[in-house]
């Protein structure tokens, strides 16, 4: 049994290799093509493009069917680029400075680095917008920054290399997300700044709490909030969206200092405001093939939930149970 199932691990990893090391060899420019190929195929494979176009009218019920299917027609060319560009860049890391302008972040990208001159570490978080795999990477190789990301553990161990090799370029240290709320400390404690996808359902029992994005309540990890409020942390949202020329690099901190949020819930929701107004400038660069509006609190009105999509629905109470890992977070902060 183990054998064949590393067979299976070995098959599934050799072809994305193959593509690994293809996307190396193709000019940047050819991917815009690739893009609309494969990404027209997805759009039509079940479940792809019905899953986007329902999270895009829940977001954005303003919108017609035609301009949905745009949307979520685009969202898929875009995931396709991203993946064709990770890889291309894991290649010619002495190229990716020219795929990048940095006008939009390089002030808070400095004030950042400045607040850390003590060497307290930062928090980084991130959607899945434009592509989500370079904005650690600008912070790593065009500013310097000593990053930590938080990764979530591929079942294929051949694809988790494979993936964290590209992800680690540049001394990146990869935090993966089994046992990530000590490791993230650790890695703070050490001046590193936190790089963390922001746009993820994370159940209260594992630390999460409802946050309004597009006027939905959908569950968010409070860790940032946790950790960041402590030490008064300098804390960022940063995006890099694909224009026609280059990625347009935005980097912006919170409205305040972390210290002075009254609490995780209302430090979590300014990150998600700011979320929500970066996926408004490119709504076609989201990744919407994700059940993000997947549970509906109890408590929530009826209007609200009729805008949540079909797939949504009410969690049992074990997904709110979260005493013990909330004192694991409140444990750590205390000992700061």
Known sequence: MKILKDMKARAEYLPVLAAFKLMGLLPYRSFGAIGRVFGTLLYYLPGFGSLCRVNIHAAFPEKDAREVKAIAHRSLENLVRTLCEFFWACSHPDKFAETV??????????EGLRRMEDGTGAILVTPHLGNWEFAG??????????MATV????????LDRLISSGRSAGDVRILHSK?????????????YTIGILID?????????VFVNLFGIPVPVSRAPAVLARSRNRFVAIGTAIRTEGKFNAILRELPKPASEYESDEALIQALTDITEEFIRMAPDQYLWLYRRFQYIPEDVSPEV???????ARVPSRRFFSMKAKMAQLREMARKE
């Open 101 to 110: 302008d940095l006008t939009n972040c390089r002030v808070c990208a400095e």
């Open 137 to 146: 990477r600008i912070l790593s190789q065009l500013f310097h920054y000593r």
């Open 151 to 158: 990764v979530k553990t591929a079942r294929n161990p051949y």
């Open 179 to 191: 046992g990530a709320a000590r490791n993230m400390k650790k890695a703070l404690d050490e001046g």
């Open 200 to 208: 993820q359902n994370t159940r209260p029992r594992n630390g999460g």
């Open 305 to 311: 939930r009729k805008r949540y999509p079909s797939y």
